[in-house]
Antibody, heavy 119, light 107 residues
Framework: EVQLLESGGGLVQPGGSLRLSCAASGFTFSSFAMSWVRQAPGKGLEWVSAISGSGTRTYYRDSAKGRFTISRDNSRNTVYLQMNSLRADDTAVYYC????????????WGQGALVTVSS | EVVLTQSPGTLSLSPGERATLFCRASQSVSGSKLAWYQQKSGQAPRLLIFGASSRATGIPDRVSGSGSGTDFTLTISRLEPEDFAVYYCQQYSSTPLTFGGGTKVEI
């Protein structure tokens, strides 16, 4: 059974940093690209970043470039999202997601980690 | 960036009725790389359709997807109580990956 378990969410002040982790199990982790997708309170889904199975290719939405860094440790079956210079509009539930065939569509989602950016 | 516009914003229907949801892209979605997701309140999304028309594992055949280019449709032929939720389309033909704004299917 595929499981994705996020951790690291919480309350942070504007300009602060936070690192999200996502521990994966139930599939061959290194064979699949992983994404982070967020959802602001009461809003729709917004893709944030993705990383290839090997970790050599990374992708970001424009608002995340230069502030967020996605990485993975295939020996630990874990993907990370380092978020710096956080802003109020980064407040959202962040979902860790497994891509179905590393093409961008998502077949498994974590339960989500709430990140609140507020003073 | 490919902008996806979903319509209608809200669909008010009864169990047993047919639901038709639309997703229009600002430019052609190459390879029909268009997915549909269902999200219930307080839950993570669930993949329903990928490749515009292929059902994901465990999705019943009353759920179907169609379309190509810029116009896509999700149809639920006979609504069951568990189908009342928000539905999102997503294109994955180019980055940034983008989602539509969602259609709420309510009783």
């Amino acid at each position: 059974e595929v499981q994705l378990l996020e951790s690291g969410g919480g309350l942070v002040q504007p300009g602060g940093s936070l690192r999200l982790s996502c521990a994966a199990s139930g599939f061959t982790f290194s064979s699949f690209a992983m994404s982070w997708v967020r959802q602001a309170p009461g809003k729709g889904l917004e893709w944030v970043s993705a990383i290839s199975g090997s970790g050599t290719r990374t992708y970001y939405r424009d608002s995340a470039k230069g502030r967020f860094t996605i990485s993975r440790d295939n020996s630990r079956n874990t993907v990370y999202l380092q978020m710096n210079s956080l802003r109020a509009d980064d407040t959202a539930v962040y979902y860790c997601a497994k891509e179905r065939r590393s093409e961008g569509d998502i077949d498994y989602w974590g339960q989500g980690a709430l990140v609140t950016v507020s003073s | 960036e490919v902008v996806l516009t979903q319509s209608p914003g809200t669909l008010s229907l009864s169990p047993g009725e047919r639901a038709t949801l639309f997703c229009r892209a600002s430019q052609s979605v190459s390879g029909s790389k268009l997915a549909w997701y269902q999200q219930k309140s307080g839950q993570a999304p669930r993949l329903l359709i990928f490749g515009a028309s292929s059902r994901a594992t465990g999705i019943p055949d009353r759920v179907s997807g169609s379309g190509s280019g810029t116009d896509f449709t999700l149809t639920i032929s006979r609504l069951e109580p568990e189908d009342f939720a928000v539905y999102y389309c997503q294109q994955y033909s180019s980055t940034p990956l983008t989602f539509g704004g969602g259609t709420k299917v309510e009783i």
